[in-house]
T-cell receptor, first 116, second 112 residues
């Protein structure tokens, strides 16, 4: 299957700083990308959906000014957690869909964010 | 929108025994159903997916799932558990807007 990478795999930051997480598709062009958050021992919750070249659509309860998503190209999406706080500590996972006519999303390996 | 319910947050089976993880979807027939596995501190790996082509879906690692419309179920099974099967398993549904909604997950424990 297709390969999706995330960078970094782990990040520790101080409260108040911003952290950028990258999600790349290595062998296909992703028209749609999704960002999920997973708290310890919980399921994945969809945060937002982004289509290349357009603004992201955020799920209810997700602050768009806090979680900035940029889908600048067909192979790269970034999630920036601005002014991070300890409650933002979580596992962030991206997924990508290769096109409108495909039924498969490919998930990245995840990024563990710890905010001190 | 579609949703899924996983029965049992923890399931324990003996090595070599049958694995059965339960999943029910909401009433209308979803376009796609999935089972994913997640090992500790890792992302998701797709086990199998239902796309209406066949009600019995075979996946990787010996897992399979059967779509039963009459029961609105999509339970995951494996005839013989292996220690390496210990992980978190998520049932999921993809809605027509391409959003995947996950169940709460079931932690599978394998007893020696």
């Amino acid at each position: 299957g297709a390969v999706v990478s995330q960078h970094p795999s782990r990040v520790i930051c101080k409260s108040g700083t911003s952290v950028k997480i990258e999600c790349r598709s290595l062998d296909f062009q992703a028209t749609t990308m999704f960002w999920y958050r997973q708290f310890p021992k919980q399921s994945l919750m969809l945060m937002a959906t982004s289509n290349e070249g357009s603004k992201a659509t955020y799920e209810q309860g997700v602050e768009k000014d806090k979680f900035l998503i940029n889908h600048a190209s067909l192979t790269l999406s970034t999630l920036t957690v601005t002014s991070a706080h300890p409650e933002d500590s979580s596992f962030y996972i991206c997924s990508q869909k290769a096109g409108a006519n495909t039924d498969t999303q490919y998930f990245g390996p995840g990024t563990r964010l710890t905010v001190l | 929108a579609q949703s899924v319910t996983q029965l049992g947050s923890h399931v324990s089976v003996s090595e070599g025994a049958l694995v059965l993880l339960r999943c029910n979807y909401s009433s209308s027939v979803p376009p796609y159903l999935f089972w994913y596995v997640q090992y500790p501190n890792q992302g998701l790996q797709l086990l199998l997916k239902y796309t209406s082509a066949a009600t019995l879906v075979k996946g990787i690692n010996g897992f399979e799932a059967e779509f039963k419309k009459s029961e609105t179920s999509f339970h995951l099974t494996k005839p013989s558990a292996h220690m390496s099967d210990a992980a978190e398993y998520f049932c999921a549904v993809e809605n027509r807007d391409d959003k995947i909604i996950f169940g709460k997950g079931t932690r599978l424990h394998i007893l020696p």
